[in-house]
């Protein structure tokens, strides 16, 4: 069986290195002006096929919005309808910088997952989880080049070890591994051809989503009324959250007040009316933030200690000395706030002293890299292989390029965005919190969400932010959300899922056995907090609430401790290789031996998981759970369950019929 199998691969291989079809024709879309701005325009179709949901009368849309400016910008968006009917509109945002929203679409809180069928044979199963259970959801690759994103579409030659795509083509390229260089269609991967502040890829995701709400009316509410949305965003999303939020509401204003100083019309555009923002495991305030690393690596609520107390101490000296991270973070603050208050990304010596501000504060962090474990997860090792990344190399088949409509191949990073932030320095710009704070005061709803797992944004900083977003909030926010205690988040009848402090608006939910992509580990925790925040109900419980005096009781500080789970083994997919790929794979691949199935590295096609199965293609993917597709629970007890204790598991609840055997996958989501 291994030989037939090793001349599929090669067959395999040669069929992956193709280029995109990129006639807009006979990609079969519906292309439409924007009515705020006639020069922007909104190509979209139906991916047929290309994601499952959990209820086959479930609209999808991808498509693309294209932006006019200084450079071409076609930003891509997968909108799926909601199971049941409903108002609530949900963008969800990765973060990166230069990381793609189909990450959290296919691994986390999206409608579906990316199973293996067989060789070459991917199938989309339903979550029972995804976020679409309580929302309309927009998932944007952003900002230009990320993801399916792109300015002009390119021919080239990438490179999987290295992650580096090369202009043009490279057809001769020699290589002891065929698999590790493919042919495709990607963007121009020109650092000037995309936003390099989080500033300014707000205004055009602003653009494209005017476009979108134009396109599809049926999901909005009757003119002149306000479209209301949810803005949650993951990781780097700490600052793209605060940011989106903040400039959407100044052209809310610039609507009325001087419309054609701004290119809109009065009667065409729609006022976004943000009414929660969720921040996951965001990085929202480095200064803040990182002052508590060295405490987190070595006294965190696991027991493992990634260096000495006596390292910690340094590293905490580190950053607060002379021309260390903090004094460095604090002129880069006050230089963009005089020089560069609109985050152009212009002012030369602004972007000089915010990028030594990053250099220095990354160096907070190499002592914890040297104990090979994940930035993301304390309980995983450096290559980490959870979340699973069959999803990139499933977008990149023919089939699901042409469903999809893509003009370009799928990447999960973009180099080119990740460096333009960095050349301007924008993570370390500040002035994230006073715009949470006044979010706050003008009735949003915030909530904070931190697996308590991950290290590169910990919970020890996301919870410091959120007494920070308190205080400067003023008012009872600065005296209550300290004072109330941390509560039970009740997941299900049986399983307490996390911890929560809140006060009116504003929460910091701590979740238990979870680490960077909350909604990877812990689906159903995920879900109900998304649930409680965007319908304005108790996070701990799912109760009504009068959010003028609503509080939360229980102990000041979190202290539940817990063992990490066993450390898992790693899987190396090619793709994503220097994310996934430990040193044994590394060397494996730099002697030219192994074997490619399905994106992922073997020693030898006889370990390939599903080689042992025998498939049946009259069999199909069956459902088994029993659990309500819709529909968010409301606590009316507390279970007696703890963080020290077993997680519910998985709720993917999905078998897979392979022959006679049953595959299950819940443990891969």
């Not at 199971?83 to 963008?91: A, G, P």
């Not at 995983?380 to 390029?401: E, G, I, K, R």
């Not at 609840?653 to 299950?664: M, N």
């Amino acid at each position: 069986m291994v030989a037939p199998l090793s001349r599929l691969l090669l067959l395999t291989a040669a069929a992956s290195a193709q280029f995109v079809d990129q006639e807009y024709h006979s990609r079969n879309f519906t292309v439409v002006q924007s009515p705020g701005n006639r020069n922007v325009t909104v190509a979209y179709k139906e991916p047929l096929g290309a994601c499952t949901t959990a209820f086959s009368s479930q609209k999808q849309y991808t498509g693309w919005v294209n932006v006019p400016g200084d450079y071409p910008t076609n930003l891509f968006f997968w909108f799926v309808e909601a199971r049941e009917k409903t108002d609530q509109l949900t963008i969800w945002l990765n973060g990166g910088p230069g990381s793609s929203s189909m990450y959290g679409f296919f691994t986390g809180n999206g409608p579906c997952a990316v199973v293996e069928r067989g060789l070459d044979r991917y199938e989309t199963v339903a979550r029972d989880w995804g976020w679409d259970r309580g929302s309309n959801m927009i998932f944007i690759d952003q900002p230009n080049q990320v993801g399916f994103s792109y300015d002009v579409p390119s021919n080239g030659t990438m490179f999987f070890p290295n992650g580096t795509v090369l202009l043009p083509a490279r057809g001769d390229e020699s290589t002891k591994n065929p698999w590790s260089v493919a042919n495709g269609t990607f963007p121009s991967m020109d650092q000037q051809s995309t936003a390099n502040t989080t500033e300014q890829a707000a205004f055009a995701v602003w653009h494209m989503l005017q476009g979108f709400l134009g396109a599809f009316p049926q999901y909005l509410p009757p003119v002149p009324q306000p479209v209301s949305i949810n803005l949650f965003a993951e990781s780097y999303g700490g600052r793209y959250g605060p940011i989106f939020a903040d400039i959407w509401e100044e052209q809310n204003q610039i609507r009325p007040v001087a419309p054609a100083a701004a290119n809109l019309t009065t009667n065409s555009t729609r006022q976004i009316q943000l009414t929660s923002l969720g921040i996951v495991n965001g990085c929202v305030d480095q200064e803040i933030q990182q002052a508590l690393s060295p405490k987190f690596a070595t006294a965190n609520t696991y027991g493992f200690k990634a260096y000495s107390d006596e390292a910690a101490k340094f590293y905490t000296n580190k950053f607060n000395s002379s021309g260390g991270c903090g004094e460095r973070l604090r002129r880069c603050a006050s230089l963009s706030a005089a020089m560069d208050v609109n985050g152009t990304g212009t002012v030369d010596g602004v972007n000089q002293a915010c990028q030594r501000a990053n250099a220095a504060c990354q160096d907070v962090d190499i002592n914890y890299y040297a104990a090979g474990r994940s930035p993301y997860d304390l309980a995983s090792p450096t290559a980490d292989p959870f979340p699973p990344y069959h999803f990139v190399d499933y977008l990149n088949q023919a089939s699901v390029l042409s469903a999809i409509g893509s003009p370009i191949n799928y990447t999960m990073s973009s180099s080119p965005v990740y460096f333009a932030f960095d050349a301007t320095g924008d993570l370390s710009r500040g002035g994230t919190i006073p715009r949470v704070a006044e979010l706050l005061n003008k009735g949003i709803r915030v909530g904070f969400i931190y697996g308590d797992r991950d290290y590169i944004c910990h919970w020890f900083g996301g919870e410091a932010v959120s007494l920070e977003v308190a205080k400067q909030a003023g008012g009872e926010y600065m005296t209550q959300f300290p004072a109330a205690g941390y509560s039970p988040i009740i997941v299900n009848s049986s399983y307490i899922g996390g911890e929560v402090r809140q006060f009116g608006n504003l929460s910091f939910s701590r979740v238990y056995q979870s680490g960077h992509s909350v909604a990877s580990y812990q689906p159903e925790t995920a879900f109900q907090i998304f649930s409680r925040l965007t319908t304005g109900t108790s996070v701990s419980t799912g109760k009504a609430i009068d959010l003028n005096t609503y509080g939360t009781s229980g102990p000041t500080n979190s202290t539940t401790t817990a063992k990490l789970p066993k450390m898992p083994d790693t899987v190396c997919y090619v793709r994503a290789f220097q994310e996934s790929c430990d040193k044994d794979a590394q060397e494996l691949a730099a002697s030219g031996n192994g074997v490619v199935i399905n994106g992922v590295l073997y020693s030898s096609s006889a370990d390939w998981p599903l080689l042992t199965k025998t498939a049946d293609p009259t069999k199909t993917a069956t459902k088994t759970s029993t659990a309500t597709l819709t529909g968010a629970y409301t606590a009316t007890a507390t279970p007696s369950n703890s963080a020290g204790k077993p997680s519910p598991p998985f709720a993917l609840h999905i078998t897979l019929l392979l022959g006679t055997a049953l595959l299950p996958v819940i443990d891969w989501i």
